[in-house]
């Protein structure tokens, strides 16, 4: 004898919340996500979804960077002339770009 309801199906198979955490994880919004997935799940439910896993984004996104021996060894080089870590560094850069109102990207990086 079973109690209790029967079993509800799972809405989503564990591929499915995988990918999302995976790519939540890697930075990607909830928006980015869904038109990923391209299965009509709402931006909204994959917010839902991360909360619910404890994976909020509230306190900010955590975005892994590949970067070669070199790149690295340049980027501690600029934090530590400023007294920071590389992360710190990045964030600030990052910052300035963002708040600027004119578009750097061409005015850094050549074409």
Do not use: C
Not at 29 to 57: C, E, F, H, N, Y
Not at 88 to 94: F, S
């Amino acid at each position: 004898m079973r109690l209790g309801a029967p079993q509800f199906e799972p809405k989503w198979p564990n591929t499915k919340a995988v990918l999302v955490g995976h790519m939540s994880g890697q930075g990607f919004t909830s928006v980015a996500i869904a038109r990923a997935l391209a299965d009509g799940t709402l931006p909204g439910t994959i917010r839902v979804q991360l909360q619910r896993a404890g994976l909020s984004k509230a306190q900010g996104t955590v975005m892994p960077l590949r970067l070669s021996t070199y790149e690295l060894t340049r980027l501690d080089a600029f934090a530590r002339d400023r007294g920071m870590d590389p992360p710190d560094w990045l964030r600030e850069v990052i910052r300035a770009i963002l708040t600027n109102p004119n578009d750097m990207y061409d005015a850094i990086v050549d074409p």
